[in-house]
């Protein structure tokens, strides 16, 4: 049995191998462009969803990582939704969190849910605040307070 080959002249040949080439590195750069809108929209997604305000971020291990990253020092914020002193000073975070100095991190943790968290700082009721330099040491912890109070703990 003979086979047939198909023949292609030499001239379509490199026109088919050269189409072939640039549809690939179109798929390829779209491919790329895909993965990294993708990578850059998470991303955005996670900081839009996390961040209260400037210096002032929902409690996450995620949240915490980015401080720790960013060489910041930390101060948990173990809040309730029915404390009154905890609902005033989440408020003044909300408004006054972009004159804390750069560098410095509050991160809103619920007392009511998070039992892991306050076993692992010690934390035994709302409003404490936990005060840790950028290698996870604690500096200094208060029980309560306004906005004021906290800049003048930190400082």
Known sequence: ????????????????????????????????????????SSQVAFAK????????????????????????????????????????????????SSTLPDGVTVLKVDYDTDKAMRTKYGVTQQHTLVFLDSNGNEIKRWIGGNFDDLVQNIN
């Open 49 to 96: 969803a996390q961040q209260i305000s400037p210096h002032y971020v929902e409690y996450s291990e995620e949240s915490l990582a980015v401080a720790r990253e960013k060489g910041n020092t930390i101060l948990f914020f173990a809040a309730t939704l029915w404390c009154s002193t905890c609902s005033a000073l989440d408020d003044e975070l909300k408004e006054r």
């Open 1 to 40: 049995m003979k086979t047939k080959a198909i023949k292609i002249k030499k001239g379509n040949f490199n026109v088919i191998v050269i189409i072939t080439l640039i549809l690939c590195a179109l798929f390829g750069v779209a491919l790329i462009g895909k993965l990294e809108s993708k990578a850059d």
